[in-house]
């Protein structure tokens, strides 16, 4: 079940999800379509973070390299953006494209919940990933990202409250 903020939003997720499970007609991208996605994704992430409660829920295409193996998400984090706690995991990220810095400042972490879990450790354990985000702010704080169910984990602060959770991957193509 998808989550949008906008009726612009929900367009765009609807013509993203019919693209993927109704036009199987080539398997080809045509040159650049990827470039675009991660140009129209810098823009947004930029807006995000100058206007986070406005552009809350939007999705984003990003490639990132994993920095760290799957963690728990901590109840605060859950609790702040309406994740289910003990059914979220996350892991340190670095968002590779859009390679403007402007527009993944302050993005150290991405969550996945559920049925997503399992895709998320595979594609965390290869290191690198395309993936489809969704855009997420809170006005509360986050104490810490990483739940302590058995052991102690280092923690860091999430001081702007903002963060994104996957929503689907794919591994970049091989060069």
């Known amino acids: 079940m998808g989550k949008f903020s906008t009726p612009k939003d ?3 997720k609807l013509k993203g999800d019919f693209k993927k499970r109704f036009d199987k007609s080539s398997n080809e991208v045509p040159d650049g379509a990827d470039e675009d996605k991660f140009n129209k994704s810098a823009i947004l992430l930029k807006a995000f973070l100058l206007t986070p ?3 809350n ?4 295409k990003i490639n990132v390299s994993f920095l760290s193996s799957v963690f728990p998400a901590s109840r605060s984090l859950c609790r702040n ?10 892991a340190f990220a670095r968002i590779e494209n ?5 527009s993944k400042w302050g993005f150290r972490e991405i969550y996945a919940e559920g049925n997503n879990i399992d895709e998320f450790i595979s594609v965390v354990k290869g290191k690198k990933a395309d993936v489809y985000a969704q855009l997420q702010f809170s006005e509360e704080d986050v104490n810490k990202v990483q739940a ?3 052991v102690k984990p280092t923690t860091m602060m ?3 409250g903002m963060t994104i959770r996957m ?3 794919s591994h970049p193509k091989e060069r």
């Open 10 to 12: 929900l367009v765009e």
């Open 53 to 55: 409660e406005r552009y």
């Open 57 to 60: 829920g939007y999705q984003v």
């Open 81 to 90: 953006f309406n994740l289910t706690y003990g059914l979220t995991v996350g």
């Open 98 to 102: 859009p390679p403007d810095p402007h």
């Open 148 to 150: 302590e169910f058995l």
């Open 158 to 160: 999430d001081p702007m």
């Open 167 to 169: 929503k689907s991957m």
